[in-house]
């Protein structure tokens, strides 16, 4: 007895280790873009010992997303519960889970679509990820149906619909939740975006804006304003302005300008340019026109290629200017 017992934890110790590398190398890289030599290497076990554990690598495939499974539609249940004991409360609380998952390093989306798309359709592995959209979907459908709503299938088809494109697209999920929920969630959702990397960053602000208060809009703003890139950093801005305070737009309209203004490369300045005279109006777009139309002028005979679409972005505005 006094053997089999270690023996019994080493072989547990193994496939642990084996699972949490398959698992780390799978999400980042998709299990399709992981030799089981890889998993091998790294795990630092012999490859007689991952054979004995996962004698397939869609065995492997498999245990990973078992394991994605319990982590993620854990969290879903948790954020749900944490939400209060109206089913009804319990529909939005869920989303919660999406925000925490979508902050975490290394987020690369959700496993399951991930390696759907990689997988045969018809395979054990392909099946498991139907399989698991189909236990989260019967779940949110019977949290609709408590919650008294008329079409609960169709609630919950909405809904698993707008989780799997904010796992996949979490900016975008902001923006479309933000006219249903109440001012406390604004404010999370808020602060979620603001935690997102510049690009995602600027596509949240831009979608949440129109839903947020005057102070939480002024936020948004200095966020954006703080974008390093500045094509972004431009766009959102311009983006912004409708919703700003006068004093805070005008500070918009003109630091959108000038950072187009200030590119180096006549091509990307005119394309910003005329980007810019779309999104705004007025004597701010009519500014925009004239600088886009004197960068385009710049451009060389050595920049021929991308100077005709340039051009042909330009031109309808300002025919219609």
């Known amino acids: 007895m006094a053997a089999t017992g270690p023996t019994a934890g080493s072989r547990q110790c193994a496939r642990d280790r084996i699972l949490d590398t398959a698992f780390r190398l799978f999400y980042a890289h998709g299990p399709r873009g992981v030799g089981v030599d890889t998993v091998i290497a790294e795990s630092g076990v012999a490859k007689a010992t991952l054979y004995k554990h996962f004698p397939r690598k869609d065995d492997l495939v498999l245990a990973y997303l078992d394991k994605v499974d319990q982590s993620w539609f854990g969290a879903l249940r948790a954020a749900a519960r944490e939400a209060g004991d109206d089913p009804r409360d319990q529909l939005v609380g869920m989303f919660d889970a999406l925000g925490s998952a979508c902050r975490r390093e290394g987020y690369h989306g959700c496993a399951f679509i991930n390696t759907a798309a990689e997988s045969q359709p018809g395979s054990d592995v392909h099946a498991r990820t139907v399989e698991h959209k189909a236990v989260v979907r019967a779940w949110v459908t019977d ?94 801005l311009a983006g912004l302005v409708a919703y700003l305070s006068p004093a805070d737009a005008a500070e918009a309209t003109e630091a959108a300008l000038t950072t187009a203004a200030g590119l180096r490369d006549p091509v990307a300045r005119t394309r910003l340019l005329t980007d810019l005279a779309r999104r705004l109006g007025g004597p701010a777009r009519d500014t925009a026109l004239a600088w886009a139309f004197a960068a385009a002028r710049t451009i060389g005979a050595e920049q021929r290629g991308p100077r005709f679409p340039a051009l042909t972005d330009l031109v309808p505005l300002l025919a219609d200017g």
């Open 143 to 236: 949290l609709a149906r408590r919650a008294g709503a008329a079409h609960p299938d169709r609630l919950a088809r909405q809904l698993t619909l707008l989780l799997d494109g904010g796992l996949a697209a979490p900016q975008s999920a902001l923006a479309a939740l933000a006219p249903y929920v109440d001012a406390e969630r604004r404010e999370q959702a808020l602060r979620l975006a603001l935690g997102y990397e510049p690009a995602h960053r600027a596509e949240a602000l831009g979608g949440l804006v129109p839903h947020l208060d005057e102070a939480q809009r002024s936020r948004a703003y200095r966020a954006m304003s703080e974008i390093d890139d500045p094509s972004t950093r431009a766009v959102g």
